[in-house]
């Protein structure tokens, strides 16, 4: 008996100090600014890096924006990535930053797109900036490799990816 009249007055503790900070929390969600504000905050850049590819030999970094969203199950309206790679080999290799985005489309399927960037010049960072729509995922892959016009098959599925944006997070 004695728990069921603790629980009681916590639970009406936690009323009473819901109610009490309610006004304040409705007035300083309802002012001029409110909406720009929340929307500027949803909306900042998330900074990621450095990633290196193994043995340093690569190196990418940049930000993240994901817009705002009311359902955290449903996938972020944009995504946009912005950052640089940099090829750090002093050889003939370059430095690839690779991206995987799963994305729903218009079926309500998921899909992977891959976007990758590279640089053949030592110590020259490339820049790079790209949007996708209703984004559930974006990871990223540094890799160093021989020139070519596309990244390996090993740069794809060899080792782990790392996650930038998860939509339930």
């Known amino acids: ?73 449903a996938p972020a309206p944009r995504v946009t990535v912005t950052g640089s790679v940099t090829d750090l080999t002093r050889g003939p290799a370059c430095g690839w930053a690779v991206f995987r985005v799963s994305v729903k489309e218009t079926g309500g399927d998921v899909s992977l797109k891959h976007r990758s960037y590279r640089t053949c010049s030592y110590g020259k960072p490339v820049k790079f900036s790209f949007t996708h729509a209703g984004v559930y995922e974006v990871e990223l892959k540094v890799c160093a490799e021989a020139r070519a016009s596309k990244p390996s098959v ?9 996650p930038l944006y998860t939509y339930y997070a």
């Open 1 to 73: 008996m004695n728990t069921a009249r603790t629980l009681a007055g916590i639970s009406l503790a936690g009323i009473v100090g819901i109610t009490v900070l309610a006004p304040a929390t409705a007035h300083a969600a309802t002012g001029p600014d409110a909406q720009e504000t929340r929307s500027a905050q949803a909306a900042a850049p998330a900074k990621w890096g450095p990633h290196h590819a193994p043995g340093r030999r690569a190196r990418a970094s940049g930000s993240l924006t994901a817009t705002p969203k009311d359902d955290p199950g």
């Open 154 to 162: 090993g740069c794809l599925y060899a080792g782990t990816w790392k």
